[in-house]
C-alpha cells in the first residue's frame, strides 16, 4: 500500500483557533465537542479499543461469540447492484457493474466475505469503521481498505461538515507517550461508520462500553509486608508485580519474601458460579449486542432452549441487529461511492441487500408451496412463476395464467358482454322502458370482443368437456364459441 510507505508523512499543523491557556502553551479547541483533543490540533480516540480487543475479544469467550457471530451473519447477504435509482428498484442485478465488482474483491488480500467480517468486528470493538479507498488511474476507487480505527485521527476545521483523517504508523506510540507523524488522508479518500455517540461528533461510542463493569477504584489484589515501606518501594513493587504477572504473564508462580503475602480482592472463580451472577452478567453482554443468548450459548438462553425458538432467535437476530447493520454500511456506499461511479451518460444504478440466500429468513417449504398455489389458484401468478416459486424448472408452455372457474377476463375500462354474466340480457331482450346502453347520450357503445386467455393443456381439455356436456355452462363463462 504506497500511502504507508512513509514518503509523505508530516506532522500535522494547527487546523483550528489558536487559544492561550495563560502560559506558553496554545492550544486550539475543536469546532466541536467530541474527541481527545491534543496540543497539535487533532482528535485522538479514546484507548478502549486496546481493552476491548484484547480483553474483550481476545479472552472472554461471550464477547468473542458475540461479535462473531454478527459478524458472520452480515456477510451471508450480497451487497449487489440493481438498474434504477429507487432502493425498491427491481430487474436482475448487475454483476459486471464497476460497483459489484470493487465490492465482490475489495483489494487484493480481501475477500467480500471477510471484508465486511472484519469491518463488523472493528465497528463493534472500537464503535467506528474506516475504509480507506484506493484509486486507480482514472481516479476512481480501485481497492477497499478496512484500517484499524485505533491508528485513526480526525483534523477537525473551522466548519463543522468537513474534517479530514490521518493515520499513524506505529500502534504502540500512545501506550509509550510518544507523538507519531501521522499521514493525512483526504476526507473524500475515507469512509467513515459509526455507531451513535451522544459525547462526541467525531467518534462513535463502542457497544461494549456500556457493559464492561466498573471497578470502583478497587484494586485486584494487595500485597502485605511485615514491615512498613516507603513509597519509592510501593511503586517499584507493583511495577514489578504487573511486569510478571500482567498481560501473557498472567498465572505464572509467584515467589513471595519472608513477611509478604497476596489477598485477592476481586471475585474468585467459585464465586463466579452463582447461577443468578453468572446469568446477569451474560445476558448483559447479549443485550449490548443485540444478540438472543441461546445462539451463543449462553446459560442465560440454554436454560429455554428449544429448537422452535432457537429458529426464532435467529430471525430475532436479523431482525434486531442485521437489517440495521445493513443500513449502516449501504448508506455511506450510496452516498461516497455510488456517486464516483455515476454521471452523465452513465445508467442510474442503486443497491440493495440480497438476502435471498440467508438460510434464517428463508421460508420453509410447506409454507412456500402452500403460497404458490394459492396465488396460482386465484390466478395471481402464471404456471412458470410458481415454478420458480418452489424451485422447478420452468415449461416453455408455461407462462399462462389458470383461471378459476366462472371468472371472466375483462380489460380495464370495458364493460361486460351480453350473455357473459348471469342476469345480463341480450340486446332486444331489456324490459320495457329500457333504453339499449348505446342509445343512451354519454355511454359507450357495445363492448370489443374479449380477449382469449390461454390456459395450460389440461385446462384445455376440461373446458373443451364442460362445453360439450353443458353448453350453457360455457357460454356463461366465456368460452363458448
Known amino acids: 500500500m504506497g ?72 456477510p451471508q447477504s450480497v451487497l449487489r447492484v440493481y438498474p434504477g435509482d429507487q432502493p425498491a428498484a427491481h430487474g436482475e442485478s448487475l454483476e459486471n457493474h464497476r460497483l459489484r465488482k470493487l465490492i465482490a474483491q475489495p483489494n487484493p488480500v480481501t475477500g467480500e466475505f471477510e471484508f465486511f467480517e472484519l469491518s463488523v468486528t472493528y465497528l463493534d470493538l472500537a464503535g467506528n469503521c474506516y475504509w480507506l479507498i484506493q484509486r486507480g488511474r482514472d481516479g476512481l476507487p480501485a481497492e477497499l481498505w478496512p484500517v484499524r480505527p485505533d491508528l485513526i485521527r480526525i483534523f477537525p476545521t473551522l466548519d463543522p461538515r468537513v474534517w479530514s483523517y490521518g493515520y499513524i504508523l506505529d500502534p504502540t506510540t500512545s501506550a509509550r507517550n510518544v507523538t507519531s507523524a501521522i499521514i493525512p488522508i483526504a476526507s473524500r479518500d475515507m469512509i467513515h461508520v459509526k455507531y451513535a455517540n451522544p459525547l462526541s461528533a467525531y467518534f462513535g461510542q463502542a457497544p461494549l462500553r456500556p457493559a464492561a463493569r466498573a471497578n470502583y477504584a478497587v484494586p485486584g489484589v494487595v500485597i502485605k509486608t511485615s514491615s512498613e515501606v516507603t513509597q519509592a518501594v510501593a511503586d517499584k513493587l507493583k ?12 498465572g505464572e508462580p509467584a515467589v513471595l519474601q519472608a513477611g509478604m503475602d497476596v489477598q485477592p480482592l476481586g471475585m474468585s472463580l467459585r464465586d463466579l458460579e452463582f447461577p443468578d451472577l453468572r446469568a446477569f452478567s451474560e445476558s448483559r453482554i447479549c443485550a449490548a449486542l443485540q444478540v438472543p443468548p441461546i445462539l451463543v450459548g449462553a446459560k442465560v438462553g440454554l436454560d429455554r432452549s428449544t429448537f422452535t425458538n432457537y429458529a426464532e432467535a435467529r430471525k430475532q437476530l436479523w431482525e434486531g441487529a442485521i437489517f440495521s447493520l445493513q443500513r449502516r454500511f449501504r448508506d455511506p456506499v450510496e452516498t461516497q461511492l455510488l456517486p464516483e461511479f455515476s454521471g452523465t451518460g452513465r445508467a442510474r444504478v442503486t443497491t440493495r441487500w440480497d438476502n435471498s440466500q440467508v438460510l434464517a429468513l428463508q421460508e420453509a417449504e410447506s409454507a412456500k408451496w402452500e403460497r404458490g398455489v394459492n396465488a396460482l389458484a386465484h390466478a395471481g401468478i402464471t404456471v412458470n412463476d410458481f415454478r420458480r416459486l418452489v424451485g422447478l424448472e420452468t415449461d416453455p408452455a408455461g407462462d399462462v395464467f389458470l383461471l378459476p372457474r366462472g371468472a371472466v377476463p375483462l380489460p380495464a375500462g370495458a ?55 353443458r353448453p350453457e355452462l360455457a357460454r356463461i363463462n366465456g368460452h363458448g364459441r
Open 3 to 74: 500511502w504507508l510507505d512513509g514518503g509523505t508523512e508530516r506532522k500535522a499543523g494547527q487546523l483550528l483557533l489558536p487559544v492561550n491557556d495563560g502560559t506558553q502553551n496554545v492550544i486550539t479547541i475543536p469546532a466541536f465537542g467530541g474527541g481527545k483533543p491534543n496540543l497539535d490540533g487533532v482528535l485522538y480516540p479514546d484507548a478502549t479499543y486496546q481493552s476491548s480487543a484484547s480483553a474483550g475479544f481476545g479472552r472472554n469467550e461471550l464477547v468473542y461469540a458475540c461479535i462473531r457471530e454478527r459478524a458472520e451473519n452480515l
Open 415 to 469: 364493460v361486460p358482454a351480453p350473455g357473459d354474466v348471469v342476469g345480463l340480457q341480450p340486446p332486444g331482450e331489456q324490459p320495457p322502458g329500457q333504453v339499449p346502453p348505446g342509445d343512451q347520450p354519454g355511454m359507450p357503445g357495445p363492448a370489443p370482443p374479449l380477449p382469449q386467455i390461454r390456459v395450460a393443456s389440461y385446462a384445455d381439455e376440461f373446458l373443451a368437456g364442460l362445453a360439450r356436456e
Open 239 to 250: 511495577r514489578k508485580w504487573k511486569a510478571s504477572f500482567a498481560g501473557a504473564r498472567r
